[in-house]
T-cell receptor
Framework: DTAVSQTPKYLVTQMGNDKSIKCEQN?????MYWYKQDSKKFLKIMFS???????INETVPNRFSPKSPDKAHLNLHINSLELGDSAVYFC??????????FGDGTRLSIL | AQSVTQLDSQVPVFEEAPVELRCNYS??????LFWYVQYPNQGLQLLLK??????LVESINGFEAEFNKSQTSFHLRKPSVHISDTAEYFC????????????FGSGTQLTVLP
């Protein structure tokens, strides 16, 4: 009965690879988000989708591409992974003007 | 653009002592304010929120925060902490009418010592 679930929880891969992180929410929310948390625990929003439409697109390398097949899913695909991409990536969701609910994060390590 | 300052990156405190985690935001207009808690290897959980109304908001586990518009602050307090309160605490702000664009502070690591 997890509200916001991300897979995988851990992702270890080599530089140059392409990887995807999946996110699903069962709360009936209309908005979903991707955040990046760096090694100093600083959280920054990357993308937000509302009803499958991109509404927030912060300054993120175009190697990062979000995809929302439906309101309950927001996946993050990363091409040509670099060392600096190592971080924890959080998915979140919210209903209109309500607080955001977060997943447990995906810990991405680039070798 | 909004910004949030959490003045203390680390706060060690003994069990059963009171604690205050400080948060200041940049905007002088109306805002929504939030405190989130992150336990080790977990996601963020909403602790409490201020959207409107009473300036003092409380959580179910004894934390409270007071919205102070003149000082643009939203400090988090607890009169008596437990070991289980050890976690990272994040203050966040968004514009009124939309909780979608959240700006987070840099976080405060609260460590409760026995």
């Amino acid at each position: 009965d997890t509200a916001v679930s991300q897979t995988p929880k851990y992702l270890v891969t080599q530089m140059g690879n392409d990887k995807s992180i999946k996110c699903e929410q069962n709360l009936g929310h209309d908005t979903m988000y991707w955040y990046k948390q760096d090694s100093k625990k600083f959280l920054k929003i990357m993308f937000s989708y509302n009803n499958k439409e991109l509404i927030i697109n912060e300054t993120v390398p175009n190697r990062f591409s979000p995809k929302s097949p439906d309101k309950a899913h927001l996946n993050l695909h990363i091409n040509s992974l670099e060392l600096g991409d190592s971080a924890v990536y959080f998915c979140a969701s919210s209903a209109s003007n309500q607080p955001q609910h977060f997943g447990d994060g995906t810990r991405l390590s680039i070798l | 653009a909004q910004s949030v300052t959490q003045l203390d990156s680390q706060v060690p405190v003994f069990e059963e002592a009171p604690v205050e985690l400080r948060c200041n935001y940049s905007s002088s207009v109306s805002v929504y304010l939030f405190w989130y808690v992150q336990y080790p290897n977990q996601g963020l959980q909403l602790l409490l929120k201020y959207l409107s109304g009473s300036t003092l908001v409380e959580s179910i586990n004894g934390f409270e925060a007071e919205f102070n518009k003149s000082q643009t602050s939203f400090h988090l307090r607890k009169p008596s902490v437990h070991i289980s309160d050890t976690a990272e605490y994040f203050c966040a702000v968004s514009d009124p009418g939309s909780a979608r664009q959240l700006t987070f502070g840099s976080g405060t690591q609260l460590t409760v010592l026995p």
